[in-house]
């Protein structure tokens, strides 16, 4: 049987890239993304996917996450596979970050996945044979943290607290992990959202260079295949040697 994939913040990015690698295995793939749906993305996962959903999501939104939830129950009767994506950043100084942008930032990158990922949960079967798997996007900020990024660093930091906390409260049935990705060549690290000065300072790294969205999707991919059958409650870094833990 075709395993039942949902990715939220489907459409760009290392979502892109996870839905993307999920299809190729013909898997039924459920995209959730904010956006308008992106049909480059979605044509792409449907070349490979046995059966593709496309579904609007504000996984800040407890009534969005709770109908999407619906939708995929009904047509795919329930998840093997979560890989939460959708997020934010937000750089600026603490003295000038007002309460409403780190509540946003909170609101989509916290509350986001644990509305997610207690939804997912739910509809997850999964045994101590045959684990169904929940994967959430962290960040490699959240081992180090970073001056000017505090509500970013704060709300991956949680997801990370989420993560060992479900891993314990869901084995050995469902297997929770996160990836925490270094610097990765997506929008959220383009001009719009980080400045020249903190772009520069990502490229410092062992490696030196961004990483590609393909590369998380890999190890999404690794994470719900066999390879990854003894990993939970677990941050893995794919990062270009940014942190070493």
């Known amino acids: 049987m075709s395993a039942r994939v949902l990715v939220t913040g489907a459409y760009r990015g290392i979502g892109a890239a996870c839905a993307l690698a999920f ?37 800040s939104d407890e009534g969005s996450v709770a109908a999407i939830g619906e939708v995929v129950q009904q047509t795919f009767g329930g998840l093997d596979i979560v890989v939460h994506c959708a997020g934010v950043i937000h750089e600026a100084a603490l003295l000038e970050t007002p309460v409403a942008d780190f509540d946003r930032v909170i609101a989509i990158n916290l509350r986001g996945s644990f509305l997610v990922g207690k939804m997912a949960l739910g509809l997850m079967g999964g045994t101590a044979e045959e684990p169904a798997r929940l994967i959430m996007i962290a960040s490699d900020m959240a081992y180090y943290g970073r001056e000017t990024f505090s509500p970013y660093v704060a709300s991956k930091h949680g997801v990370l607290g989420l993560v060992r906390s479900w891993a314990k409260e869901f084995a050995p049935r469902v297997l929770v992990n996160a990836i925490c990705p270094g610097p990765i060549d997506t929008e959220m690290l383009g001009a719009a959202n980080m400045s020249a000065e903190w772009r520069a300072r990502e490229l410092a790294i062992p490696l030196a260079r961004f990483g590609k969205p393909e590369e998380i999707a890999e190890l999404a991919w690794f994470l719900a295949g066999s390879g990854g059958r003894y990993f939970t409650g677990q941050g893995i870094g794919s990062n270009g040697g940014s942190i070493m833990p």
């Open 23 to 59: 299809a190729a295995t013909g898997a039924r793939v459920a995209l959730a993304d904010i956006r308008k749906p992106d049909e480059t993305a979605i044509s792409a996962v449907q070349a490979g996917a046995t059966e593709t959903l496309t579904l609007a999501c504000d996984v």
